[in-house]
C-alpha cells in the first residue's frame, strides 16, 4: 500500500513517443500498459472486497445493508488510491513490468493446437 502513496493522482500529459521507445510500437506499449493496468485492478477489487467481508453478517435474507464506520472509511480508502492505470504507467517507465514479445512462430504454434 505505501508505494501507491508515492505516485501522483492527477493527470499528467506523457510523451507517447517516449513511452513507446522500449517497445518501438506505441500499441504495444498501450497493450502492455492495459493488460497491467487490468491486473492490478483486479488485485485491488480482490483486496478490498476481502477486507469488506469481514463486515458482511448472515442475515434472516432481508435486503437491509448495516454500514459500519469501519467499512467506510476503508472504501474511502480505496476511492482515494491512485487509478490502476496510472500505477502501471509508473510501473512501465521504471521498468518494473516484465513483458515479453510472442513472435511470429510461436503465435502459429499456439493457433495449431
Known sequence: M???KTISTT???RNITELSNKTNNVYETVMIIAKRANQ???EQKQELNRK???FTSIGD???EVFE???QIEISRYYEKQPKPTLLAVEEFLNNKIY???VDKKEKDAKNNL
Do not use: M
Open 68 to 70: 459500519n464506520r469501519e
Open 52 to 54: 469488506l467481508e469481514e
Open 40 to 42: 492490478i485492478a483486479a
Open 99 to 101: 513483458y515479453r514479445l
Open 2 to 4: 505505501e508505494k501507491r
Open 61 to 63: 435474507g432481508a435486503e
Open 11 to 13: 493527470t499528467q500529459t
